[in-house]
């Protein structure tokens, strides 16, 4: 497993004594994140029994055909992710709800015998209400279908907290852990993303050996790119107003990390007050795309809108064996295709990931490459902790926090004030002086 780090142009010389300072700084973090590790990095090196437990858990659920993942946020995007990226083909095999429209509800369920299908309800806190509405809605359905809802659904939860684990208690369903010092979008090397890793028979041992090896890599190199992108990251935000982070990956494979980045990215470092409870509004915007289809959409303001964006561009080595060859009637078909004969597919698609970088870097925009020479289950799990350990290290740069998200709660006190739970009438009140009622809007046509 390789993964390299190239930073692209070097920062303007204005900056280069700034630099060494937050590379400093950020040297000394990585020095107390060891001394004193987050929950994300602890589970690692705990993380092989739990391997054990999912792989047990995984053949467990053998004789269903299908395993639905019930959970939203972090409580579901690490699973989307190991799935798109390891296993694609068994898109059918694990499905993933990450989100309450009926529409989408209804056609998955629908689509799925009760007999054959098994659930994994994830929620930390185990009181999410989108998520208690998921497994409401399907544990009915399978009641209805005549099934026990203990043989169907593995709760995964915190070990002692919260409604779901009273559940587990009280009518003996499987249980999976969620370690209390890991918040939920920090989650996926726990059984959140391994026990769908294991579904899918990749060996979650092998998603944390990578994710391990990265860890070790930045903790005992102290001049580990990482740190060094990070620190760029930081002074172009500040001085260049590039307050934009791009994740633009050249796989399709890698498309739902470029979905789970934007989340742990804009979720951990999107804060009003910083650690001293100052008001700041602090953050960075994430932006994910996916190379060659973007070319044709995002790209046009990449190169030529607001310089507001700094650019990480996720690529695959070379090209796959076999090459994928186009076949040799590319002259037959239009003169004007001829240049496209004798190539393969994987040649275009390397050729426009090289151009959509040189272009960029052409057009005076900060680009960043990340190559990786397969992707394997080592590789994914390197890249979760790569992403996990930037975003923790940016935070310490903007001092905020990155595992609190204070911001969500007024919103959803307000839906709970509107589906009746008890007291929230009187918080919304607190919040916005009355409970405010929704206008229709002017008639467009
Ligand atoms: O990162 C987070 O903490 C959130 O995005 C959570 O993952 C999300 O809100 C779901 O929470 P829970 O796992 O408690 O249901």
């Given at each position: 497993?390789?993964?390299?780090?190239?930073?692209?142009?070097?920062?303007?010389?204005?900056?280069?004594?700034?630099?060494?300072?937050?590379?400093?700084?950020?040297?000394?973090?990585?020095?107390?994140?060891?001394?004193?590790?987050?929950?994300?990095?602890?589970?690692?090196?705990?993380?092989?029994?739990?391997?054990?437990?999912?792989?047990?858990?995984?053949?467990?659920?053998?004789?269903?055909?299908?395993?639905?993942?019930?959970?939203?946020?972090?409580?579901?995007?690490?699973?989307?992710?190991?799935?798109?990226?390891?296993?694609?083909?068994?898109?059918?095999?694990?499905?993933?709800?990450?989100?309450?429209?009926?529409?989408?509800?209804?056609?998955?369920?629908?689509?799925?015998?009760?007999?054959?299908?098994?659930?994994?309800?994830?929620?930390?806190?185990?009181?999410?209400?989108?998520?208690?509405?998921?497994?409401?809605?399907?544990?009915?359905?399978?009641?209805?279908?005549?099934?026990?809802?203990?043989?169907?659904?593995?709760?995964?939860?915190?070990?002692?907290?919260?409604?779901?684990?009273?559940?587990?208690?009280?009518?003996?369903?499987?249980?999976?852990?969620?370690?209390?010092?890991?918040?939920?979008?920090?989650?996926?090397?726990?059984?959140?993303?391994?026990?769908?890793?294991?579904?899918?028979?990749?060996?979650?041992?092998?998603?944390?050996?990578?994710?391990?090896?990265?860890?070790?890599?930045?903790?005992?190199?102290?001049?580990?790119?990482?740190?060094?992108?990070?620190?760029?990251?930081?002074?172009?935000?500040?001085?260049?107003g590039q307050q934009i982070q791009v994740l633009m990956s050249y796989s399709d494979r890698?498309?739902?990390?470029?979905?789970?980045?934007?989340?742990?990215?804009?979720?951990?470092?999107?804060?009003?007050?910083?650690?001293?409870?100052?008001?700041?509004?602090?953050?960075?915007?994430?932006?994910?795309?996916?190379?060659?289809?973007?070319?044709?959409?995002?790209?046009?303001?990449?190169?030529?809108?607001?310089?507001?964006?700094?650019?990480?561009?996720?690529?695959?080595?070379?090209?796959?064996?076999?090459?994928?060859?186009?076949?040799?009637?590319?002259?037959?078909?239009?003169?004007?295709?001829?240049?496209?004969?004798?190539?393969?597919?994987?040649?275009?698609?390397?050729?426009?990931?090289?151009?959509?970088i040189q272009a960029l870097r052409a057009a005076g925009r900060p680009v960043a490459r990340?190559?990786?020479?397969?992707?394997?289950?080592?590789?994914?799990?390197?890249?979760?902790?790569?992403?996990?350990?930037?975003?923790?290290?940016?935070?310490?740069?903007?001092?905020?926090?990155?595992?609190?998200?204070?911001?969500?709660?007024?919103?959803?006190?307000?839906?709970?004030?509107?589906?009746?739970?008890?007291?929230?009438?009187?918080?919304?009140?607190?919040?916005?002086?009355?409970?405010?009622?929704?206008?229709?809007?002017?008639?467009?046509?």
């Amino acid at each position: 497993m390789t993964v390299r780090l190239d930073l692209g142009h070097p920062l303007a010389a204005v900056h280069a004594g700034l630099a060494r300072i937050l590379r400093e700084k950020l040297q000394s973090t990585v020095k107390s994140l060891e001394a004193s590790p987050p929950g994300f990095l602890e589970i690692l090196d705990e993380g092989d029994s739990v391997a054990e437990r999912c792989r047990e858990e995984a053949a467990r659920l053998q004789k269903f055909e299908t395993v639905v993942v019930l959970g939203i946020g972090g409580s579901a995007l690490g699973a989307r992710t190991v799935r798109d990226a390891l296993a694609p083909e068994f898109a059918a095999r694990l499905v993933v709800i990450d989100n309450i429209d009926p529409v989408t509800i209804v056609r998955t369920r629908d689509s799925l015998d009760p007999k054959s299908t098994a659930f994994f309800v994830v929620s930390k806190s185990g009181s999410t209400a989108e998520t208690a509405a998921q497994l409401i809605l399907f544990r009915t359905w399978l009641l209805e279908a005549g099934c026990n809802p203990a043989e169907h659904i593995t709760l995964i939860t915190d070990p002692k907290n919260g409604p779901l684990r009273a559940l587990a208690t009280r009518d003996g369903y499987s249980t999976l852990e969620i370690p209390p010092r890991v918040g939920g979008r920090f989650s996926v090397l726990t059984p959140v993303g391994l026990l769908p890793a294991a579904v899918l028979g990749i060996d979650p041992a092998e998603l944390l050996a990578g994710a391990r090896a990265m860890w070790h890599a930045v903790r005992d190199q102290e001049d580990h790119p990482l740190l060094d992108w990070v620190a760029g990251h930081a002074i172009r935000a500040e001085h260049a107003g590039q307050q934009i982070q791009v994740l633009m990956s050249y796989s399709d494979r890698l498309s739902t990390l470029g979905d789970w980045f934007a989340q742990l990215w804009g979720e951990s470092l999107g804060k009003k007050l910083d650690r001293a409870g100052k008001v700041v509004h602090r953050g960075s915007t994430p932006l994910a795309a996916v190379g060659a289809t973007d070319q044709h959409s995002l790209v046009q303001l990449f190169a030529e809108g607001p310089a507001d964006k700094q650019f990480l561009i996720l690529g695959l080595d070379g090209a796959r064996a076999p090459l994928t060859p186009l076949g040799a009637e590319a002259a037959e078909l239009s003169a004007d295709f001829a240049y496209l004969e004798g190539h393969s597919i994987d040649e275009l698609f390397e050729a426009e990931r090289i151009g959509t970088i040189q272009a960029l870097r052409a057009a005076g925009r900060p680009v960043a490459r990340l190559q990786l020479e397969k992707l394997d289950a080592a590789t994914l799990g390197a890249l979760f902790v790569f992403f996990e350990l930037a975003t923790v290290l940016a935070a310490d740069l903007l001092d905020v926090d990155p595992y609190d998200q204070p911001g969500v709660e007024a919103g959803k006190i307000i839906a709970f004030a509107r589906m009746g739970r008890a007291g929230y009438e009187e918080k919304v009140r607190e919040l916005l002086g009355e409970v405010a009622e929704e206008t229709p809007g002017a008639p467009l046509f």
